[in-house]
């Protein structure tokens, strides 16, 4: 698998992720069940690092790092948050501006 098919299946699922944990529809510890997930099926992608890192791959990593770093409380109630990661999901979903304080890097 490479990195940009990688990237491109699992933004889809990480916005589906956040967007219900906010609308009640999802458990905050699925998400991080999520997280962990992710990072088993990263460690199997191949040859990360001859390839090139895109602006979206920047933007999932944000968000993902955001999700897991931030308490479930914070994620659900900090409205200064919600907005910067709405602007990431926008974005990933691929009808937005790309964030420009995303600074997401590679596991």
Known sequence: MTVHHFINRKASQLVY???????GRLPYREMDLYFWDTMEEWSQVKDTLSQPCTQKERVFWHLL???HFWSEQKLRDDPYLRSELATCLEYLEGEGQCPLDCIGVRP
């Open 17 to 23: 992720f956040v967007r219900a944990f906010w609308e």
């Open 65 to 67: 790092h955001q999700v």
